[in-house]
């Protein structure tokens, strides 16, 4: 899968699961101050990566992630 | 030195009989029932199929879905009644309230509908799978906590969790908060979207809820001697309560005044009323005196009136005792006939209903009241709302696990 396509299913579970405005989700959108996704939401998240690439996420690979351009390459590497 | 007087400055209100104040007072001078089949989940297999729900309300739309999944529905009637209220009070919701202003909350159940999800993805899915805000959705507090976050309420913060006597108890509450000069103002009220697959089941199963599934608006009939339980009701209503000064000082209009409070609690059964209302006397008696009023002074009460056999045998008792002639004179009437009960949101709701009375010297009919009861013989309001100038007001409200709140209201 091309990291595009990733970013398109990232963008669609956080317009559709989370109810983010679809204008907000960019590669340089940082997850908390730009969308909103506090700690909690966070959770939230992987479970929603974990769901639709059919992957595990360890919370130690999310400490360094903040952005959506992160997350995108985080899944990219691991599908 | 004498204690500071506490007005109700500001209302909000969603309940099955509308989502604003002005719709829900027309319903109930009209005696409108707001009980219908569910429409929220399917009732099949289940012994009771209709409660009183909210209607024509959409959390997405209102708060945007990003906060609104963030909460339980108890939560989105929380906030939406909340602000209704500040409007009300003529308060700026876009500015923080601050640590001048604290709430009191009560609720029956908390978030009954996300507790009951949560189970079910976890034997569904395993642990890992249940939804993250889970907690935060289900705690009792949840509403308290989402309220005040919203609108940057600091002060002293509880959430009351008496059954169907906690709002009562949190106006109480935030009475006593305001009298003992903790803050000027309290947004007190209550919350509760409880009606579930499970909870008809399990209310059922203590034969707690009318059964009438034939004819959902004729099932609460309260003092009726074909009375056979309660109807499940959600909703929330907030009451923005205030120290006279400062509120007459900001130059807001005043509905009336909190002027009594009285609690109890029965000791004697999880569910079943002490025989006579023991307990229900008291807390009248208690709110009187905190209103140094006497019985004779009361014009209308707002009774708990669930239509439970058990409740308005004994709640007619207990009125007898404390008000004894003046009891087959007094007005009595009980709004739960249009609305069902709704549990830990009642007293507040019910508290607005007595100062809308007091402010329109209106009271809305107990509806349903068609074959009287023997054991219930007093003047129960039916059918027909009665005009009649009012200057004072009792509600009161009895929760399973033996809990009493009584509250007086007087025209401002």
Not at chain 2, 33 to 61: Q, R
């Amino acid at each position: 899968m091309e990291t595009n396509e990733v970013f398109e299913k990232v963008k669609g579970l956080f317009v559709e699961d989370l109810g983010i405005e679809e204008s907000k989700v960019t590669m340089d959108a940082k997850l908390e101050e730009d969308l909103e996704i506090d700690s909690l939401g966070i959770v939230e998240v992987v479970m929603a990566f974990e769901d639709e690439f059919e992957i595990e996420i360890d919370d130690e690979e999310l400490a360094d992630v903040t952005t959506v351009g992160q997350a995108v390459n985080l899944l990219h590497s691991k599908i | 030195m004498s204690k500071r007087r506490v007005v109700v400055t500001g209302l909000g209100t969603i309940n099955p009989l509308g989502n604003n104040v002005s719709d829900t007072w027309n319903n109930l001078i009209n005696g409108i029932s707001g009980i219908d089949y569910i429409s929220s989940f399917e009732t099949d297999g289940l012994p009771v199929t209709f409660a009183g729900e909210v209607k024509n309300f959409d959390a997405n739309e209102y708060m945007g879905k990003q906060h609104a999944r963030k909460l339980d529905r108890s939560g989105h009637l929380s906030i939406y009644a909340a602000e209704e209220a500040l409007k009300d009070a003529n308060i700026d919701t876009e500015q923080r309230l601050g640590n001048g202003v604290g709430i009191v909350f009560g609720t029956g159940i908390g978030g009954i509908a996300t507790t009951e999800q949560a189970v079910r993805t976890y034997d569904e899915r395993g642990a890992s799978r249940i939804n993250p805000l889970a907690i935060t959705q289900l705690m009792p507090n949840s509403s308290t906590g989402q309220v005040a976050i919203k609108f940057g309420i600091e002060g002293p913060s509880l959430t009351i969790t008496t059954a169907c006597a906690a709002s009562a108890n949190a106006l109480g509450e935030a009475k006593n908060m305001i009298q003992n000069g903790i803050v000027d103002m309290v947004i007190a009220g209550g919350t509760e979207s409880g009606t579930t697959a499970m909870t008809i089941g399990a209310f059922a199963q203590i034969r707690a809820l009318s059964t009438n599934n034939e004819n959902p608006q004729k099932a609460c009939r309260p003092f009726d001697k074909d009375r056979d339980g309660f109807v499940m009701g959600e909703g929330s209503t907030v009451l923005v309560m205030e120290s006279e000064e400062p509120a007459i000082n900001r130059g807001v209009d005043i509905y009336g005044y909190v002027s009594g409070y009285g609690a109890s609690t029965d000791a004697h059964h999880i569910t079943a009323p002490a025989e006579g209302g023991r307990g229900a006397v008291d807390a009248m008696k208690k709110a009187l005196f905190d209103a140094e009023l006497t019985p004779n002074d009361i014009d209308y009460i707002n009774a708990h009136g669930t239509s439970t056999p058990a409740n308005d045998k004994n709640e007619t008792a207990a009125i007898k005792t404390v008000f004894s002639e003046k009891a087959y004179d007094v007005n009595i009437s009980s709004t739960k006939s249009m609305t069902g009960h709704l549990l830990g949101g009642g007293g507040a709701f019910e508290s607005l209903v007595s100062l809308l009375s007091l402010k329109n010297n209106i009271i809305p009919p107990t509806i349903n009241l068609n074959n009287p009861d023997e054991e219930c013989d007093l003047n129960y309001t039916p059918n027909i709302p009665l005009e009649k100038d009012l200057s004072t007001a009792m509600s009161n409200s009895f929760g399973f696990g033996g809990h009493n709140g009584v509250l007086v209201f007087k025209k401002s």
